[in-house]
């Protein structure tokens, strides 16, 4: 027999052995000699008194063995002579495809921009050292997409796209850890990510997947309004059937190439906003409820905060934990902020994005002349902004918390994660009034909730503008575009995902997209 139950266990109770066991056990009025195994489903913390909680979720096995094996097999089957599905990008969207693919009998030939993940680390150790962008190679482009190298945070609220937990198995199938299939809000970590997409790349490789590194689409040959062949930067043409497009919101390329080419695209709502940073001990005592450092049962403390201004949500977005603040800008000429964690969490900084609801339909009167890139020009004028005020490099400008809402230029700067560096700035009136004047009011609200959040001590640092696309390329329902015929727009490039679960099982429905239509 096995019964799911709900247990509740304090700091103290957490060291004692067995501890699951004993409360599974009076929980359900039996000896705990009949209790041949107590399986973890689900961890989460309340830190909402000042009794932390952690509270299990578990399955409690009465005079019953449990399973070996998890319930999800991957089945891989060689398909280096099998039917060809041109998958372009290699993010989450784009390697789940490829994976995919491979499970219903199909043959994944991958086209990515950038690099694998060992080379790509020389681009971003120049973009942090040098200050050099490599518009193929950098934190949004190459092997594992985004993700890679800015943080692998699997938290996601898509639960009606898909089979989450499929997505979290192959994870640990590929390397990862099983505590992700536990915690409620789990994550990999920027150090071990790299890892498992290299074995997903080599899964891949050895049933007869094919991944072109370095590889550039540059155009697609259409007649007929049905997609004939894609041509590569090096002038080579690649004749295709059907192509699952999955380059990722910061692609600017792709949708501009779709533009010039009259092809359907829309422009969407998005959001925008800062990095604010604070010493990790401060929000953990926030959170924790204590002084000084917290105990070390507990993980770095997050926090998650949303507040109306104006009619529009002022949110945070991607907290990180005990992380860093990166450049994630992918060309010259812009600065562009975003977050990530190693797996222990254990850095001495959180960081958050700080970000605002944009309505594409009421906030963009001036960028109208640019159609469906509306959002992404404006986009392009604040990063352009941001590299201006910071100096011209990958420096970023920042200012201290209070001295942003208060509209003071900050004679110095707090200490940091971002490794490019700082530069004092009025991010106060360099960013948009929709913005800027929300963010002020927003950040002073945060303080209200979070009592010791709004303060000095912490800087905001500028900008956060690539929280999700601001295009939306259509498609029809069974998730081809309604005026391509082959073209298969797919993930966060698309508009259909917010993050690596999602945007991975919106790969997963358009392999299979394609599949039913070969």
Do not use: W
């Not at 989450?164 to 199938?173: A, D, G, P």
Request: charged letters at 25%; glycine letters at 8%; aromatic letters at 8%.
């Amino acid at each position: 027999m096995i019964k799911d139950l709900q247990l509740r266990v304090n700091l103290i109770e957490e060291l004692t052995e067995n501890i699951l066991l004993h409360k599974a056990a009076k929980q359900l009025g039996v000896d705990a000699s009949e209790i041949s195994a107590v399986k973890v489903l689900r961890k989460s913390i309340d830190a909402r008194k000042k009794e932390i909680i952690f509270n299990y979720k578990v399955a409690a096995y009465i005079n019953e063995q449990i399973p070996e094996k998890s319930d999800y097999i991957f089945d891989y089957k060689d398909v280096s002579k099998a039917k060809e599905v041109h998958i372009i990008g290699f993010g989450p969207a784009g390697m789940y495809a490829a994976l995919r693919c491979i499970e219903l009998g199909y043959k994944p030939v991958v086209l990515e921009r950038g690099k694998n993940v060992q080379n790509r680390r020389r681009d971003i150790k120049a973009i942090n050292r040098d200050h050099i962008v490599n518009e193929d190679s950098n934190y949004c482009f190459g092997e594992g997409g985004a993700g890679t190298y800015s943080d692998g945070k699997l938290y996601t609220r898509s639960l009606k796209r898909g089979d989450v937990r499929r997505i979290f198995e192959n994870l640990v199938f590929h390397g990862a850890t099983e505590q992700i299939l536990v915690d409620a809000h789990p994550h990999i970590g920027t150090n071990k990510l790299p890892k498992i997409i290299e074995n997903i790349r080599e899964n891949i490789l050895k049933f007869g997947g094919e991944i072109h590194f370095e590889t550039r689409v540059v155009d697609f040959i259409i007649k007929n309004n049905k997609l004939q062949a894609i041509q590569l930067q090096n002038g080579t043409e690649m004749a295709v059937s059907s192509v699952i497009l999955a380059t990722g919101h910061s692609a600017r390329d792709i949708y501009e190439l779709l533009h010039k080419k009259q092809i359907a695209l829309k422009a969407k709502s998005f959001a925008m906003g800062v990095r604010v940073e604070h010493p990790q001990e401060i929000i953990d005592q926030i959170q924790y409820h204590c002084s000084g450092e917290r105990d070390e049962l507990l993980p770095a403390a997050a926090y998650s905060l949303v507040q109306q201004v104006n009619n529009r949500g002022v949110y945070s977005f991607c907290m990180c934990p005990g992380g860093f603040i990166v450049p994630a800008a992918t060309a010259s000429g812009e600065v562009v902020v975003n977050g990530m964690s190693p797996s222990k969490r254990n850095n001495k900084f959180a960081n958050s994005g700080i970000v605002v609801e944009l309505d594409i339909d009421q906030d963009f009167k001036k960028y109208e002349k640019f159609g469906p890139l509306k959002g992404l020009e404006f986009q392009k004028d604040l990063e352009k902004i941001a590299f201006l005020a910071g100096g011209r490099t990958q420096a970023a400008p920042a200012q201290r918390l209070v001295d942003f809402v208060d509209g003071k230029i900050s004679t110095d700067l707090n200490d940091c994660s971002y490794q490019p560096g700082l530069v004092s700035a009025p991010i106060h009136s360099l960013l948009p009034k929709i913005i800027g004047s929300r963010l002020r009011k927003g950040f002073a609200a945060f303080g209200q909730k979070m009592h010791g959040y709004y303060t000095n001590e912490a800087n905001i640092i500028g900008v956060e503008s690539r929280t999700s696309s601001p295009i939306n390329i259509p498609r029809k329902e069974n998730l081809e575009h309604p005026e391509i015929e082959g073209l298969f727009p797919c993930g966060e490039g698309g508009g259909y995902a917010g993050g690596i679960v999602s945007a991975a099982m919106d790969g997963e429905r358009c392999a299979e997209a394609v599949i039913a239509k070969l």
